[in-house]
């Protein structure tokens, strides 16, 4: 379980002489703060743990007092305490406070252990590149795999897909309506309001709003940017969209593949392919209940597309595995894994579509392909994919 493997190289680290601020930067309700708690729990030395999420506005003051109240902890019976901060991006100039009071405690030889946590990973990336360079390890906290939800609600492969992998929702699924607001207010709106729009700069924000919906709706598909111009009804530029798409991606919405190009220099002005980091995403948008879903063949077929992408994306975060698609003469390959060394072209069978099976030997054609993979009736069974790491398939 990757959770569980996370918790256990944290509690790794903290025995390690040299130590490092670590980072957890993931998408909300994705188990952060349940995962740092757990920690707080397992460790033998004491703790404190404070947020920036509330409704009080927060300053550097605040990180100044919490820093401190570890430190009187510190200064007591233990030789060692770990300081856990919550939210932490939404404070302006975070980092450069971290980075004081950090370097202050390496200075005076304090065994102060510090954990933060962001739901922004764009933002959190920015202010740790900004100040504390060779100061932090980062662990990328993604929406929760198959095997998570599986192991800890009995979740079987049909749901994984159209619920997707937020824990939080597992006890609302019995009731759709309830389940499909939770997931458009609780998740999508805060997210982009409260992650996005207030964390970073849009000139745009019914634009950026419009181009989420957009990318929900194409998941799967290739879509210019001056076709999305049209589609969006807006006089912008493609600019200002490939921007936006970055800060969905960031915020752990929607993401724009790009189209494999080789050894040669990346195409990142094709087309982008959409794809949605959690299913959820389509699904509580699409008005259908679950088993209305499962006899649409086409949205079905969708989902299933768009479930293995997302698995593929979130699986290869924090690895130096790269995930593309291709399109060439007509003919496409679903999804394309790159390590630097070796090409994996994918191919999912979803029932939406007939396999373009000459795509991949194209493909192959083009570039030396280490395998070719088939995903779905007559292949790899969706649920063993699911179950496979993306690293497991260089193996």
Same mark, same amino acid.
């Given at each position: ?48 743990? /404070? ?12 990180? %100044? ?62 202010? *740790?590149? %900004? ?10 906290? #993604? ?98 969209? /490939? ?39 389509? #699904? ?8 209305? /879903? ?17 698995? *593929? ?83």
């Amino acid at each position: 379980m990757l959770k569980r493997l996370i918790f256990n190289e944290l509690l790794k680290r903290f025995q390690e002489k040299r130590h490092f601020i670590q980072v957890l930067a993931g998408p909300r309700q994705t188990g952060k703060t349940t995962l740092a708690r757990q920690v707080m729990d397992a460790i033998d030395m004491s703790s404190h743990y /404070a947020t920036a999420d509330e409704p009080v506005l927060k300053d550097r003051i605040w990180i %100044e007092q919490q820093w401190e109240t570890a430190r009187i902890k510190l200064s007591g019976s233990t030789k060692k305490t770990l300081l856990v901060l919550d939210e932490i991006h939404k404070i302006p100039q975070w980092s450069e406070t971290v980075k004081r009071l950090w370097d202050e405690d390496t200075s005076e030889n304090r065994h102060l252990h510090v954990i933060l946590l962001g739901s922004s990973p764009l933002l959190v990336q920015k202010g *740790l590149s %900004e100040s504390l360079t060779g100061r932090f390890e980062i662990i990328p906290i #993604t929406h929760w795999s198959f095997a998570e939800m599986n192991k800890s609600f009995g979740w079987d492969v049909d749901k994984y897909i159209f619920y997707g992998g937020y824990p939080g929702s597992s006890v609302l699924i019995k009731d759709h309506m309830r389940w499909t607001n939770y997931i458009l207010e609780s998740l999508i709106e805060t997210t982009i309001s409260r992650d996005i729009l207030l964390m970073a700069r849009v000139d745009k924000p019914a634009l950026l709003r419009r181009l989420f919906q957009l990318g929900c709706n194409y998941s799967g598909q290739i879509l210019s940017y001056q076709k999305m111009l049209g589609q969006l009804q807006d006089a912008g530029n493609t600019v200002t969209l /490939a921007h936006y798409l970055n800060l969905l991606e960031g915020a752990g919405l929607i993401a724009g593949l790009i189209k494999y190009a080789g050894q040669r220099v990346r195409q990142k002005s094709s087309s982008p392919k959409f794809q949605v980091l959690n299913t959820a995403l389509m #699904t509580a948008q699409s008005k259908l209940t679950f088993a209305e /879903a499962k006899k649409d063949t086409e949205f079905w077929g969708r989902l299933v597309e768009s479930c293995i992408g997302a698995s *593929l994306l979130n699986g290869v975060k924090g690895t130096n595995i790269e995930l593309f698609y291709w399109a060439g003469h007509n003919r496409e390959v679903d999804f394309v894994l790159y390590n630097g060394k070796s090409v994996i072209a994918i191919e999912v069978k979803s029932g939406r579509k007939r396999i373009n099976l000459s795509g991949m030997e194209l493909f192959s054609k083009n570039f030396k392909v280490k395998k070719n993979l088939l995903v779905g009736t007559g292949g790899i069974p969706i649920k063993e994919f699911l179950l496979t790491s993306p690293e497991e398939w260089f193996k």
